[in-house]
């Protein structure tokens, strides 16, 4: 019974390693993930300014004064 449980508790203690180990590897993986993400939507803010600044421009000073 005890040769048993040893074994029982050895098998639990391997799968519990395994999905530890699977569960660091998606960490890794999510982390990644937020940067990307952070980095797209820095960007997309960069890219909206732009997008403001040239219309601005292209709008001008309004009309002229004769």
Known sequence: ???LNRRNTETVEQVLK????????QQIRIDQLNTALSSMVERLNIL???IINQKVNSIGTGPSVK
Do not use: L, P
């Open 18 to 25: 395994d999905m530890y180990e699977k569960i660091q590897i």
């Open 48 to 50: 909206e300014k732009m």
């Open 1 to 3: 019974m005890q040769d």
